[in-house]
């Protein structure tokens, strides 16, 4: 059930919160402006694009504006107008709002809450509503979503991998390399034990995978059966792929087992070049001119670190 708004006008505009580490401020920069073409330098981001916020690691809620006012009084006053047949809840949102102490904030989700014609259930409400003060004389009142660590679900796994990326990042990777799902075809063509698979299928992302190491390949099948979820993994080198797509992402392998040199570098992302129309790449080393050599443009990067580990990812078209 909607709103029956009278007067109201319903504002087309989100406000995310995010929170997160220093050493991931770039990665999440770069989740922003694949999502949104912008980004913030504060822990709050508004948009006219709606996204789930448990897609990305680092958002933590959205608000979907209905009310925007320039005091509390002025927004008391208009929520008086606003009815819902679903049970609710009203939530002052602390992320991203000026701060106030614990009792003024359940002052204030009480009294807004008493303003709205409907039934309050602070157990099981059907709909959720945020309030922010995000200062300046901005007042926010709207439906709010809060985001689910998906990833964090996905850390425990049948197979670990010591080089894989962490599920936190492969989430955000996922996201950077597809916007819209809908109507995408993806591959992971150096999948290894499946992170980025399993991350990408749970978004509803039609992927597949392929790696040229024949040894971990059921150990990636079971991972991504272990949370319920499918997709084709295949024995290949993706020098020999030829169906085509719309995204690739490829995580370059690094590690001792699986050194490969510039020229294999150069083949590798020559045909990816071939059969996808838009690449991400996170590599460990400077590969800008082999990108370039293969035919690619570089449209967006940012970096991923963990202590003194540094992972590069690069958006190329």
């Known amino acids: 059930m909607s709103f029956l708004y009278g007067k109201v006008k319903r504002m087309g505009t989100f406000i995310y919160t995010y929170a997160g580490y220093e050493d991931e ?16 330098q504060t ?11 448990s897609r990305s690691p680092f958002m933590k809620e959205r608000i979907a504006v209905i009310l925007e006012t320039e005091s509390y009084h002025e927004l008391l006053s208009k ?3 606003l009815e819902t047949e679903q049970t609710f809840k009203v ?18 989700e009480r009294e807004v809450g008493l303003q709205i014609k409907g039934k309050a ?6 709909r959720l509503f945020g309030i922010m003060n995000l200062g300046g004389g901005r007042w926010i009142f709207g439906d709010y979503v809060e985001s689910e ?15 894989a990326l962490s599920t936190r990042v492969a989430r955000a990777v996922v996201n950077i390399a597809i916007l819209d799902p809908t109507g995408i075809k993806a591959i992971d063509p150096c999948c290894g034990i499946g992170t980025v698979l399993v991350e990408a299928l749970s978004m509803g992302i039609d992927i597949v995978g392929s790696d040229n190491n024949p040894v971990i390949l059921a150990g990636t099948r079971e991972n991504i059966a272990y949370f319920g979820l499918s997709c084709e993994v295949k024995f290949e080198d993706m020098r020999n792929i030829t169906k085509h797509y719309d995204t690739a992402i490829i995580d370059l392998p690094y590690n001792l087992c699986s050194v490969i040199s510039p ?22 080393e400077p590969i800008d001119e082999i990108l370039l050599v293969a035919g690619f443009n570089i449209v967006d990067r940012g970096v991923a670190k963990k202590g003194v580990f540094i992972r590069e990812v690069i958006v190329c078209r």
């Open 149 to 163: 660590s998906v990833w964090y679900q996905h850390q425990q796994k049948p197979h670990q991998y010591s080089t």
């Open 263 to 284: 020229e294999v570098q150069l083949e590798m992302l020559q045909s990816a070049r071939r059969f996808a129309d838009k690449v991400v790449v996170v590599t460990v």
């Open 43 to 53: 822990n709050i981001l508004e948009s006219p694009v709606k996204i789930d916020p």
């Open 121 to 126: 259930d602070i157990r099981q409400p059907e």
């Open 91 to 108: 939530i002052y949102v602390k992320n991203g709002s000026v701060e106030e102490p614990f009792e003024k904030r359940r002052r204030i």
């Open 25 to 40: 401020l770039s990665l999440r920069a770069l989740e922003m402006r694949s999502f949104f073409g912008i980004e913030s």
């Open 79 to 81: 929520t008086a107008a």
